[in-house]
């Protein structure tokens, strides 16, 4: 199970809709009046898009508040995150991470380089100092997937020193951004340096809850997103995906409410879940939520909970967790609250 939604699978295990909790998708649904703004466009589908992207850059430069020329998009993150791979020589990772920085590092035949993480899973620096070389590419998710964990502000500033330095390159994964705290907003962080050495991804996927419209946009500095774009396959981005970023990004108080309804939510299943017996949730700045369990493994939890209509992301896959560790979306409420009650049967 290399990633969550995989209801064709287990399915079958439950007569009845599944609810899915491995799928860490914005429950409020995509922007109002997309699906209308989508419809206006069938047309469109009979000739090619714009080869460069250019409205939709555009729009992609007004949301995230840089010049269109430091944007690219793609077909989903993973496509901008394999461009970046490519152009780099040696891969660097702190586990647990998303599957495809190491997947996509393979297939094209980059060394990987591994750094560890603390107890509580958050960045350790001092692991990586000394370690960076030339034409690295260090990939980060921010919030990372499946711990939740945001960088603080100073250790990404620091690390970012530590790239420039050793002449290596940060590639911050933000596609759950948006249901962060905004603390910090690593688009302005960075706009003094001209996005040297510095690349921040977004995605339409889990925010504006389209994973199946494929849309991954990103900023670096002007040089290195040319040359992104460059090495990237013509078209990528279909005009269904054009024109949904053509809508989605212009929805201010669509963002906020998302936010806000998130982080409600958030704290409402982290209270419930940390008191039960045998379940410690992680702290997150996500819309997703790590638990260790205790005493009980995952494939029990797993089974016990498809049996009462719900599906979690099991752990197992990711590296350097064990069969102890499952990943729960946060949901609406009232399947927040159905999921607490299974968990009460089960612990």
């Not at 009979?46 to 939709?56: C, F, K, T, V």
């Not at 370690?131 to 500033?157: A, H, M, Q, S, Y």
């Not at 002007?222 to 013509?234: G, S, T």
């Not at 995906?241 to 108080?253: P, T």
Request: charged residues 30%; glycine residues 8%; negative net charge.
């Amino acid at each position: 199970m290399e990633h969550g939604g995989d209801i064709y699978t287990y399915g079958k295990e439950f007569k009845g809709r599944i609810l899915d909790f491995s799928s860490n998708i914005n429950p409020l649904g995509p922007p109002e009046g997309l699906m209308e703004h989508l419809s206006w466009g069938v047309d469109e589908h009979s000739r090619y898009p714009d080869i460069q992207y250019r409205e939709l850059r555009r729009e992609v430069s007004e949301y995230l508040g840089c010049g269109i020329e430091n944007t690219m998009v793609g077909n989903g993150a993973v496509e901008i995150i394999d461009n970046f791979i490519m152009d780099s020589d040696r891969v660097v990772l702190m586990e647990p991470c998303f599957s495809e920085y190491r997947l996509r590092a393979q297939v094209h035949g980059k060394e990987i380089v591994e750094i560890p993480s603390t107890e509580e899973y958050h960045l350790d620096l001092d692991s990586l100092r000394g370690r960076l070389r030339r034409r690295d590419i260090v990939i980060l998710g921010n919030p990372n997937n499946p711990t939740g964990k945001r960088i603080d502000r100073e250790e990404i500033l620091k690390l970012h020193r530590e790239v420039l330095y050793s002449g290596a390159y940060l590639l911050l994964d933000e596609a759950f951004f948006e249901f962060s705290p905004r603390d910090y907003d690593s688009i302005e962080l960075f706009r003094e340096w001209g996005y040297e050495s510095v690349g921040i991804i977004r995605a339409a996927t889990k925010f504006f809850a389209l994973p199946g419209i494929r849309l991954g946009y990103c900023c670096a500095g002007a040089v290195k997103a040319e040359k992104i774009r460059k090495i990237q396959l013509p078209w990528s981005v279909n005009s269904m995906a054009n024109r949904a970023g053509l809508h989605i990004f212009r929805d201010k108080a669509y963002v906020q409410r998302s936010r806000d309804y998130i982080a409600e939510q958030r704290e409402y299943l982290l209270d419930s879940l940390a008191g039960m017996e045998g379940l410690h949730p992680f702290g997150s700045q996500s819309n997703f939520i790590l638990v260790r369990l205790e005493g009980i493994r995952e494939d029990e939890v797993f089974s016990k909970l498809i049996e009462q209509g719900i599906m979690v992301r099991k752990c197992r896959s990711f590296r350097v967790l064990s069969d102890n560790h499952i990943r729960i979306a946060v949901k609406d409420r009232e399947s927040n609250e159905r999921l607490v009650e299974a968990f009460g049967r089960i612990m």
